[in-house]
């Protein structure tokens, strides 16, 4: 199999302190026929003028701009952009090691997807881990319902045609945290193999104050509007296979945001430290 123009999408929203350290990730890779697509999404720092260094210094790499419209519309833009047989998605304050796109290429096969580890920063431990195996897109939809397995876009290679239909990134515009994984539902309806690899191909460099950690999902509404969508995101196939599985995501959801309410009224009320 010759190499193929793979194309690595990175949203950009001011990140400048940790944007030169992910672009030298990309444009180092040990799969060199790349192309770079930054979506500027209204950034306010310096971010644009970093990526306009660096567009002038390596050919490979394409900017472009538009007004802020949230994460997934820069990825929408990204890809509708972008002329890879395959694309891989990077958040512009992580970074990928070396050989990543190398790894999650040569391990494609006959499959739709690929995904490789990913190497944590955080406090905690990472809690999907993978072996190396393929399966089919009914058990790739079933682990990710159970959050068996990393449900973000990162340290994954797409086929081009699973990410073309605007039913993948069309979302409200206030579903703001969660929508990575409710891309991944519907991509996971429509793929037929995934390959899963046990190397570690994607840096996620925790930081406290990022977008990642805003858990909107303390909020009663914000859930219901989350799971609405989310039901509709599955085909029929996934309603009738997996219906009480989905039903025990939401329950365990809503358990989560109830605990936390019980122990702000305690606190406030000073039973509880």
Same mark, same amino acid.
């Given at each position: 199999?010759?190499?193929?123009?793979?194309?690595?999408?990175?949203?950009?929203?001011?990140?400048?302190?940790?944007?030169?350290?992910?672009?030298?990730?990309?444009?180092?890779?040990?799969? $060199?026929? +790349?192309?770079? %697509?930054?979506?500027? &999404?209204?950034?306010?720092? *310096?971010?644009? /003028?970093? !990526?306009?260094?660096?567009?002038k210094?390596?050919?490979?790499?394409?900017?472009l701009?538009q007004?802020?419209?949230?994460?997934?519309?820069?990825?929408?833009?990204?890809?509708?952009?972008?002329?890879? $047989?395959? +694309?891989?998605? %990077?958040?512009?304050? &992580?970074?990928?090691?070396? *050989?990543?796109? /190398?790894? !999650?290429?040569?391990?494609?096969?006959?499959?739709?997807?690929?995904?490789?580890?990913?190497?944590?920063?955080?406090?905690?431990?990472?809690?999907?881990?993978?072996?190396?195996?393929?399966?089919?897109?009914m058990?790739?939809?079933?682990?990710?319902?159970? &959050?068996?397995?990393?449900?973000?876009?990162?340290?994954? !290679?797409?086929?081009?045609?699973?990410?073309?239909?605007?039913?993948?990134?069309?979302f409200?515009r206030?579903?703001?945290?969660?929508?990575?994984?409710?891309?991944?539902?519907?991509?996971?309806?429509?793929?037929?193999?995934?390959?899963?690899?046990?190397?570690?191909?994607?840096?996620?460099?925790?930081?406290?104050?990022?977008?990642?950690?805003?858990?909107?999902?303390?909020?009663?509404?914000?859930?219901?509007?989350?799971?609405?969508?989310?039901?509709?995101?599955?085909?029929?196939?996934?309603?009738?296979?997996?219906?009480?599985?989905?039903?025990?995501?939401?329950?365990?959801?809503?358990?989560?945001?109830?605990?936390?309410?019980?122990?702000?009224?305690?606190?406030?009320?000073?039973?509880?430290?």
């Open positions: 199999m010759s190499d193929e123009l793979i194309s690595i999408v990175v949203p950009v929203y001011n990140t400048a302190p940790f944007l030169e350290d992910c672009i030298l990730s990309l444009v180092n890779q040990t799969y $060199k026929n +790349i192309e770079l %697509v930054f979506v500027n &999404d209204g950034s306010t720092d *310096n971010s644009p /003028e970093i !990526l306009s260094v660096w567009e210094r390596d050919s490979r790499i394409k900017v701009s007004k802020n419209g949230g994460v997934t519309q820069a990825r929408k833009t990204g890809v509708n952009f972008s002329k890879g $047989k395959w +694309i891989s998605f %990077v958040d512009s304050d &992580d970074v990928l090691f070396g *050989n990543a796109i /190398e790894l !999650l290429y040569k391990n494609i096969s006959d499959c739709d997807i690929v995904i490789g580890q990913v190497k944590y920063t955080g406090i905690w431990p990472w809690p999907y881990v993978m072996k190396n195996e393929i399966i089919e897109s058990c790739y939809l079933e682990r990710l319902l159970r &959050d068996q397995i990393y449900s973000g876009p990162c340290a994954k !290679l797409f086929k081009r045609e699973l990410l073309l239909p605007d039913f993948v990134f069309c409200p206030e579903i703001s945290h969660g929508e990575d994984t409710l891309m991944n539902y519907r991509i996971a309806c429509a793929c037929k193999k995934i390959a899963l690899i046990s190397d570690e191909v994607y840096l996620y460099i925790y930081r406290e104050k990022s977008a990642s950690f805003c858990n909107k999902f303390d909020s009663f509404f914000y859930c219901n509007q989350f799971d609405r969508i989310a039901w509709k995101s599955l085909n029929s196939e996934a309603k009738r296979k997996f219906w009480r599985v989905f039903l025990k995501t939401v329950y365990m959801r809503r358990s989560r945001w109830f605990r936390k309410k019980i122990v702000t009224l305690l606190r406030k009320m000073g039973m509880k430290k």
